[in-house]
């Protein structure tokens, strides 16, 4: 059996089961005819003059499901936080006296246990998270006849993700040894990283993209106008929105590593921040404007400034984790 | 190849937060016997097997063990080690255990599965091997616990009170494998405050207490110094009889006299000299102290409220001279 000892009994595989296997089902029933999308196996029918079999709308409305819904939200925080349940108690039961005696008296060094069990953590995850993608993956091909490779981003995005919450969750069962302890306290820095994205990313659209997409806004009555032309970005904003984003920028980025998947998924050649591609020709200015000022906002952060300042805080963070395990005594 | 496979001096260990565990430690263990180290509670036996296994950092340590520094890793791939209170993951088997600490001591997948069924056989659990953890009663998890300590084929197995929790049957078995490891060339390395059971099975033990070793030793080495022998007489000593004796070195009681050390040379005119008085002899023995009368001694201790001393020692088993 290796190195890698089992993680979890039937429980977690269970909970794997009813969280996965839900969605997959709900997503594999989508359909398109042509009169528009067929839910349920075609148990329903919902009319639509654009998203119809064979049309580039179907394809990107399909895709958006996944790369816009399942992804950030079912499997980037429902089944993560499932994920982490399960996972959690991985490195608080290895430590435990009685347990880590026997791995640590053995001639293996303490950073490759360490590391061995992290990322026998971290396979555990993409396991799940890529059988989700194979289903997502046939469905595709057989729903629009488009095999999509690009899906499997997902595996890797979402593991990625994972692994930042989880190493805080690492760090603290090093320190505590307690399951509760390292679930709660990762929960909360994921908390916290996640309303400090928010907090950026309504910022950026209140700053950036609502005067670009010609619209400004009445701060004391809340009241919207739209001008039909790009607007002068306000400097107080752009300086509030600066301090959000200098806050944000050593914490990890969940939110925006998941939707990193929209850059690598592409449909008929543009990916999915791409929006101005999938505009109909007849297309007008302002919808033109808006879907340029949300393409820009879907590329308001660089793929390395996302990845890079993730990495940064996760090697950190299990960097100390690390050396606190292996100078220990236990 | 040296005798000593364990040779450590001033080995000192202090917490962060001022408790010092040991207190400049320095042991001997031979090679191929069963050693046994015993101590009160937080005497820092089990701070001592950590230190030797690499899970605990000394503050200060020399010496060597199998021929290279203590902490060297390489060590550790000709050790054992079943540490005390063993958790194994309830949700793995009994092979799959020793398989998975196999992995951890770099031995191929191959060789681990031979391994794992000679050793569940060997600890009598080849029925059980395919049972999971949970299922499992105390002592037959101190078997598995047992057989991954042997995965590796060890020099050296620590085992840090193996018998706590187990019932007498599970003891007796455990004691025969103890045996059964002697017995194949390893040296046996046991902490235990159940010094019943050490003394049933050490060739020699360290007494520890408070961080330090007070005693260290063969059993017989140890209570040499507590030897004599007893005669139980029957009838009336005359008091001209009982002033030579005393001179001799004999200290009478009532119808009881013991002569100190452990030849019985001296003893034979003294039992010539009561026959001549037609003086019954009774019983003869050679006594010594138990492990517990020396531990007890060692560590000065009588228990909480506790002043009881044994005066009259156990006699050693086989050692009756006249019954």
Known sequence: ?330 | MSDIVIDIADVRKKYRGGVEALRGVSLQVPRGGIFGLLGPNGAGKSTLVKILTSIVRPTRCSGIMLGAPIGDKSTLARIGYLPEHARFPEYLKGGEVIRYVAGLTGISRAEAGQKAGQLLEMVGMQDWGKHKMATYSKGMKQRIGLAQALVNDPEIVFLDEPTDGVDPKGRLEMRNLLQRMRDDGRTVFINSHLLGELEMICDSVAIMDKGEIVQQGTIAELTEKSRRYELKTRGTISEELKHKLIAAGAEIGADMMSMVGSDPAPIQPMLDALRAEKITIVELREVRQSLEELFMESVGATGVGGTQKRSTPPQLPGKELVK
């Open chain 1, 1 to 330: 059996m290796g190195l890698l000892p089992p993680i979890g009994g039937e429980e977690v595989v269970l909970d794997r089961a009813v969280s996965y296997g839900v969605d997959r089902v709900m997503y594999a029933s989508v359909g398109f005819t042509p009169q528009g999308v067929s839910v349920l196996f075609g148990a329903y029918e919902l009319k639509n003059d654009l998203i119809v079999e064979g049309s580039m709308f179907a394809d990107y409305f399909y895709m958006m499901i996944f790369t816009d819904y399942l992804v950030p939200w079912w499997l980037g925080f429902f089944a993560l936080v499932l994920a982490l349940i399960s996972v959690c108690p991985i490195f608080p039961d290895f430590l435990k006296t009685g347990s880590i005696d026997v791995a640590i008296s053995k001639p293996m060094s303490r950073v490759t246990l360490f590391l061995v069990k992290y990322l026998g953590s971290l396979l555990f995850v993409a396991i799940q998270v890529l059988v989700f993608c194979v289903i997502v993956f046939i469905a595709h091909g057989v729903r629009l006849d488009a095999w999509n490779l690009e899906i499997f981003w997902a595996v890797l995005l979402l593991t990625f993700v994972f692994s930042l919450i989880y190493c805080v969750a690492v760090l603290t069962a090093v320190l505590t040894r307690s399951t509760l302890f390292s679930l709660l306290v990762a929960l909360l820095v994921w908390g916290v990283t996640l309303s400090i994205q928010w907090s950026e990313s309504i910022m950026y659209k209140a700053t950036y993209v609502m005067p670009a997409s010609g619209m400004s806004i009445n701060m004391k009555t809340g009241a919207t106008n739209k001008a039909g032309e790009e607007l002068e970005a306000n400097a107080e904003m752009e300086r509030f929105y600066g301090i959000v984003r200098a806050v944000g920028m050593p914490l990890p980025k969940t939110r925006d590593a998941t939707y990193l998947l929209r850059k690598k998924v592409t449909v008929r050649g543009n990916n999915m921040t791409m929006s101005s591609a999938f505009l109909e020709d007849e297309a007008s200015a302002s919808e033109l404007l808006e879907a340029k000022a949300m393409e820009d906002y879907d590329n308001r952060h660089s793929v390395a400034y996302v990845v890079g300042s993730s990495l940064a805080f996760e090697v950190f963070i299990l960097g100390i984790a690390c050396f606190i395990f292996v100078r220990k005594d236990f």
